[in-house]
């Protein structure tokens, strides 16, 4: 099966930097994306990780490691307008979950002035 | 260019009644899917179909039911509410799986509030 693991919340000031983190269990997947969410309100793709490494877009950028199974999204200089949920997605390779987006539970950041 | 819209966007339910939520696309995406997001919860998948014609079971089916006979709308069936079916239901679209397995962006619509007394 698939399985997230991430912190509930997280807080920073504007201009800081933040990482969250997402560790994950597996039986298979093609990547890990990430997704923002404004006040319950529809979700926004950020990023997607398919292999090894850093993607960076802008001030955000995402890390992926196979073999820790383990990301995380980093955000720069923080603004108030980040404060939000994210979640980081599991996309299958399994057979008939092919293509499925799996959610962890999501983390709320707070930006505070 | 609307991109996904979702009817009503609130809902007052009793237990035992049926309603459908509606969901349409303007983007020609094949691929449509619905969500529910329970609080202090990701989204699970309730049902998906890769193309007018054809849908499939996600994590989360019992007690829903869909159909897809147009590329632009996807229709979601609760066949009789209950108190557990109180959620935030979204709808989403992209081009297709093989987009999805490359990591494009799903677009998901506003959300319906749906609550079942």
């Known amino acids: 099966g698939q399985s997230l693991e991430q912190p509930s919340e997280v807080t920073a000031v504007e201009g800081a930097i933040v990482q969250i983190n997402c560790t994950y269990q597996?039986?298979?997947?093609?990547?890990l994306s990430w997704y923002q969410q404004h006040d319950g309100g529809a979700p926004t793709f950020l990023s997607y990780n398919a292999l090894d490494g850093l993607e960076e877009t802008g001030r955000f950028s995402s890390f992926l490691s196979r073999s820790d199974s383990y990301g995380y999204l980093l955000l720069q200089e923080l603004q108030m307008k980040d404060s939000a949920s994210y979640f980081c997605?599991?996309?299958?390779?399994?057979?008939?979950?092919?293509?499925?987006?799996?959610f962890g539970r999501g983390t709320q950041l707070t930006v505070w002035p | 260019n609307a991109g996904v819209t979702q009817t009503p966007k609130f809902q007052v339910l009793k237990t035992g009644q049926s309603m459908t939520l509606q969901c349409a696309q303007d983007?020609?995406?094949?691929?449509m899917s619905w969500y529910r997001q329970d609080p202090g919860m990701g989204l699970r998948l309730i049902h998906y179909s890769v193309g007018a014609g054809i849908t499939d079971q996600g994590e989360v089916p019992n007690g829903y039911n869909v159909s897809r006979s147009t590329t632009e709308d996807f229709p979601l069936r609760l066949l009789s509410a209950a108190p557990s079916q109180t959620s935030v239901y979204f709808c989403?679209?992209?081009?297709?799986?093989?987009?999805?397995?490359?990591?494009?962006?799903?677009?998901f619509g506003p959300g319906t509030r749906l609550l079942v007394l």
């Open positions: 989403a679209s992209g081009t297709g799986t093989s987009g999805i397995v490359r990591g494009e962006t799903q677009y």
């Open positions: 983007m020609n995406h094949e691929y």
């Open positions: 997605v599991l996309i299958s390779d399994r057979g008939s979950t092919l293509g499925r987006l799996y």
């Open positions: 597996t039986s298979g997947f093609y990547g």
